[in-house]
């Protein structure tokens, strides 16, 4: 999922108009992002804190 979102950025039109370029990133890279996501907050379930390298809903939430 990294390797095709980074494939889909890369391939995010620089030549077109910010409609299009939106239309992009709707269509193409959110939906990336979003399954790359799932693959994260599983992870996090079994990764212990102190080797997570970034803060958790927790952290955020009450720590910051």
């Not at 269509?27 to 693959?39: Q, T």
Request: some cysteine.
């Amino acid at each position: 999922t990294c390797e095709c979102l980074k494939a889909e950025s890369d391939n995010t039109p620089s030549n077109k108009s910010s409609l299009d370029v939106g239309k992009h990133m709707k269509n193409k890279i959110i939906p990336l992002m979003a399954k790359l996501r799932e693959y994260v907050d599983e992870a996090q379930l079994y990764t212990a804190s102190e080797f997570w390298p970034y803060p958790n809903y927790t952290d955020l939430i009450y720590k910051i």
